[in-house]
């Protein structure tokens, strides 16, 4: 006889688990409660949820279960980012990553195992593609994170206590900038950012969930109108030419029509601009000549700019812009009207910066050979 799959809760958003209960002869209200306990109470057994029947409880582990993705490593930073890295399977891990401040605290959640995108300065696009992550993969990260900062709260190891940081907010904000691109992965993705946004889960606003695409235009459209949370564009070249270059998604998707996506993407956004991130790479794309160009195909659109100074990871051939350089470039920008923030580096002596999460990947793409062949700087 055919064994059927027993199903992971962790991964279910409100209506799946509701058509679920609807399946098993169970009122449909209870996917709330049932969400409640598990992602805002962090359960992971269903023996204390005092408002499910016996009954209920008894069906509920016949065909399913609630499990986190196992635990890998865990690194502290000194600034106290921490880095958390989980297995996924035998030969595979990825990596998510907690970034705390006093106004805001950050987890950054990885969506592939790898990345296939290949640009040519990010150490998990040099690591090649695996997979996808499943959706309770996704949200099991934030489930684990809230988990684990609440123990180490309990022990004031942030020196909150004084903040009045409790179980809801000690994650304020979720960004998809961990490994993979997430708008390649968006079936995965919609129920996770739905389970983010629900307020018996985690509850966050719009605003403060951030999806980061290296512009995968048809699913920008397509998020406008599904689930139009902040959105944040890797750009990190004024023009094709180079861009083609760092990041060759570009030869499919190129820069105006990108521009032309988020254009209505603005008109949806919980926020009324798109954040570009542009990665300052030593000669490479930092002189003023590509300031003045930024300045040209951003001018007409409500944007921010998020300058990220590069962070180097092993093997990269690329070395960050010098510190006057990147002062020059943010000036020429700002003085013509663009709102312009440089990212401050985080746990990078733990390789949590952005770009530098590598995980553990088997590739199935050969992207690694691949690039070693197209070297051209
Ligand atoms: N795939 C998505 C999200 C993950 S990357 C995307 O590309 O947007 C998160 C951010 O880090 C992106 O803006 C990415 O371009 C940037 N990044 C990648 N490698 C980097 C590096 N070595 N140094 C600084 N930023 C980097
Ligand atoms: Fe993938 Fe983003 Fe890295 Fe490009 S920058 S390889 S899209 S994770």
Request: charged share 20%; net charge positive.
């Amino acid at each position: 006889m055919e064994q059927k799959e027993n199903i992971n809760l962790l991964g279910l958003n409100k209506l799946s688990l509701a058509r679920l209960l609807k399946n098993i002869g169970e009122k449909e209200f209870r996917s709330d409660q049932l969400i409640k306990w598990i992602h805002k109470h962090n359960y992971d057994s269903f023996e204390k949820m005092s408002n499910i029947s016996l009954n209920l409880k008894k069906k509920l582990t016949e065909i399913s279960h609630i499990k986190s993705i196992p635990l890998k490593d865990e690194y502290i930073s000194k600034d106290k980012t921490i880095k958390w890295i989980f297995n996924i399977d035998k030969n595979n891990a990825i990596e998510t990553v907690y970034i705390p401040t006093k106004t805001r605290r950050t987890l950054c959640i990885s969506s592939q195992v790898g990345c296939a995108v290949n640009c040519s300065f990010c150490s998990t696009g040099k690591q090649g593609f695996n997979r996808n992550l499943s959706t309770h993969e996704i949200i099991g990260q934030l489930w684990f994170a809230k988990k684990a900062i609440n123990n180490l709260q309990n022990n004031d190891f942030f020196g909150f206590k004084s903040l009045n940081i409790n179980n809801n907010n000690i994650i304020t904000n979720v960004v998809m900038m961990g490994m993979g691109e997430p708008l390649l992965n968006y079936d995965q993705l919609l129920p996770a950012l739905n389970l983010m946004l629900d307020d018996n889960a985690y509850g966050l606003s719009r605003r403060k969930i951030t999806v980061s695409t290296s512009g995968i235009i048809p699913m920008i459209y397509k998020l406008a109108k599904d689930c139009p949370v902040s959105l944040a564009i890797s750009l990190h070249a004024p023009n094709n030419n180079l861009r083609d270059i760092l990041m060759p998604i570009n030869i499919k998707y190129p820069i105006e029509e990108l521009l032309n996506a988020c254009e209505t993407y603005v008109r949806y956004s919980p926020k009324n601009f798109i954040t570009f991130e542009y990665c300052m790479i030593k000669n490479v794309n930092d002189s003023k000549m590509h300031a003045y160009e930024l300045i040209n195909i951003l001018k007409n659109l409500n944007c921010k700019i998020n300058i990220i100074p590069f962070n180097s990871f092993p093997n990269s051939k690329f070395e960050c812009s010098d510190e006057n350089t990147i002062s020059d470039f943010v000036n020429i920008l700002s003085q013509a009207g663009l709102i312009t923030t440089i990212r401050k580096t985080r746990g990078d002596d733990i390789y949590a910066a952005c770009g530098q999460l590598a995980g553990n990947v088997q590739d199935k793409t050969k992207i690694t050979f691949i690039n070693k062949s197209k070297e051209f700087l």
